[in-house]
T-cell receptor
Framework: EPEVTQTPSHQVTQMGQEVILRCVPI?????FYWYRQILGQKVEFLVS????????KSEIFDDQFSVERPDGSNFTLKIRSTKLEDSAMYFC??????????FGQGTRLTVV | SQQGEEDPQALSIQEGENATMNCSYK?????LQWYRQNSGRGLVHLIL?????REKHSGRLRVTLDTSKKSSSLLITASRAADTASYFC??????????????FGQGTILTVHP
């Protein structure tokens, strides 16, 4: 299975701090996604990104969140001012039209 | 109501037995995918079945799709202790605004006893 690499694997941050989660995508994939999974709950869609812009975002993805692909390779999710309820596992994924989505190993974010 | 609901929520079997998990959904789909997640780890893609397919096999996995009933099943044959994990179905809705966006179910926790 193609590998999607996420860094860091675990991040602890204080409430109100900014965090940036990074993802190195698989080459030749055009569609990028971020999902999150609060402990014990299901995986939830956050945002999809295509052609260097957001194509869809969920209600969770409010003004505190942003995504970008700054250098044409890494794909980042930024949370500007973290809240306790942002604690979750964050997954990036690569996919496309009617094809498999490949997920990274996730970043476990703990907000204290 | 939720897109992609699995049942049972938890399944406990002995090694060598078969495990069947079911998934129901509510909207038209392009495809349905099954994923596996070991405790606290990443999501591993198992199999994708498109809306025009009825059955797919991959090793010990067999997936069926019934679009008239909006349901799918995942069968793991001759289970092993290493199959112990959570299994999720995820649907790629037809007519969505972004390609490949997945909606996940709550998952089935499978425990295989040696």
């Amino acid at each position: 299975e193609p590998e999607v690499t996420q860094t860091p694997s675990h991040q602890v941050t204080q409430m109100g701090q900014e965090v940036i989660l990074r993802c190195v995508p698989i080459s030749n994939h055009l569609y990028f996604y971020w999902y999150r999974q609060i402990l014990g709950q299901k995986v939830e869609f956050l945002v999809s990104f295509y052609n260097n812009e957001i194509s869809e975002k969920s209600e969770i993805f409010d003004d505190q969140f942003s995504v970008e692909r700054p250098d044409g390779s890494n794909f980042t999710l930024k949370i500007r001012s973290t809240k306790l309820e942002d604690s979750a596992m964050y997954f990036c994924a690569m996919g496309g039209m009617n094809t498999e989505a490949f997920f990274g190993q996730g970043t476990r974010l703990t907000v204290v | 109501s939720q897109q992609g609901e699995e049942d049972p929520q938890a399944l406990s079997i002995q090694e060598g037995e078969n495990a069947t998990m079911n998934c129901s959904y509510k909207t038209s789909i392009n495809n349905l995918q099954w994923y596996r997640q070991n405790s606290g780890r990443g999501l591993v893609h198992l199999i994708l079945i498109r809306s025009n397919e009825r059955e797919k096999h991959s090793g010990r996995l067999r997936v069926t799709l019934d679009t008239s009933k909006k349901s799918s099943s995942l069968l793991i044959t001759a289970s092993r202790a290493a199959d112990t994990a959570s299994y999720f179905c995820a649907t790629d809705r037809a007519g969505g605004t972004s390609y490949g966006k997945l909606t996940f179910g709550q998952g089935t926790i499978l425990t295989v006893h040696p």
